[in-house]
């Protein structure tokens, strides 16, 4: 069974820094995709970076250049670098491996973590 905690979220100033963090647990071989989605008060939850196993990254408009996804493969942990946070920045914040192959060989899909709230004001 695969899991994964994320943590690293508060209160904090509108152009301040947070650090996100995803944790796995579980027999994992590898991860294809890791991403961050977002869901705001009254809004749908939207991807905000994704990065695949080869490197490749993705972002959301409204957030490049202030937010930097990473990985560590050999962990299979991610981190979402903010920067510039706005209000409008404000939500709950979710991990998601898209597919994660077990050290049984097996294929897990669409893992999402419980979220850790964000949530940017002055």
């Known amino acids: 069974q695969v899991q994964l905690v994320e943590s690293g979220g508060g209160l904090v100033q509108p152009g301040g820094s947070l650090t996100l963090s995803c944790v796995t647990s579980g027999s994992i071989l590898a991860i294809d995709t890791m991403a961050w989605y977002r869901r705001a008060p009254g809004k749908e939850r939207e991807l905000v970076a994704s990065?695949?196993?080869?490197?490749?990254?993705n972002y959301a408009d409204s957030v490049k250049g202030r937010f930097t996804m990473s990985r560590d493969n050999a962990k299979n942990m991610g981190t979402l670098q903010m920067n510039s946070l706005e209000p409008e920045d404000t939500a709950v914040y979710y991990c998601n491996l898209d597919r994660v192959r077990s050290t049984t060989n097996t294929y897990i899909a669409n893992i999402w973590g419980q979220g850790t709230q964000v949530t940017v004001s002055s």
């Open positions: 990065l695949t196993k080869g490197g490749y990254a």
